[in-house]
């Protein structure tokens, strides 16, 4: 890795859109991502906050969770954990930290799996398919990637409906 300095991942709110930057240092500012806006423009009033609002919602595991929440979930858990191992490996921690972090958001994310699986009409119980090596994740990842049932199911109203 010759000339690599290290990164330092920068975010800013644009109008519509969150923007990561990579300074890379000593070799000047290269986009990372330029744009996220194909990941999900938003609607007038309609609430950026996913990872947030997937933390607010701690051991909720009742209801229905869209797509877009889990997703986004997904996205920024596994940008503030790489962001979480690339300091503690400059810095030569144990990992401490990242511990403490995935503990922190296991709960929420078992909650918004959960949820996410209700807005495909299944149980949360299918969760535990994941434990069968190989087969089960692939059909959980299935799972995850499903658009929801439109409409109300067992689980409640069609969370699309109601962010419109």
């Given at each position: ?24 240092l ?10 996220l806006k ?55 921690s ?71």
């Amino acid at each position: 890795m010759r000339g690599f300095y290290g990164a330092l991942l920068l975010c800013r709110t644009a109008e519509h859109a969150i923007v990561l930057e990579c300074l890379w240092l000593g070799g000047g500012i290269s986009p990372l991502l330029s744009d996220l806006k194909k990941l999900g423009r938003r609607k007038e009033g309609e609430n950026m906050n996913w990872y947030l609002d997937v933390l607010k919602k701690y051991a909720v595991f009742e209801g229905r969770a869209r797509r877009k929440e889990y997703w986004m979930f997904f996205l920024f858990n596994l940008i503030i954990s790489f962001v979480l191992g690339l300091i503690e490996g400059i810095v030569g921690s144990p990992g401490v930290i990242g511990i403490i972090y995935a503990l922190a958001v296991l709960v929420p994310g078992i909650a918004v799996t959960v949820r996410r699986l209700h807005d495909t009409d299944r149980s949360g119980w299918w969760i535990f398919i994941g434990m069968i090596p190989l087969i089960g994740a692939i059909v959980l990842l299935v799972f995850m990637v499903l658009e929801g049932n439109s409409g109300q199911n067992q689980y409640g109203d069609d969370p699309k409906e109601a962010n419109s």
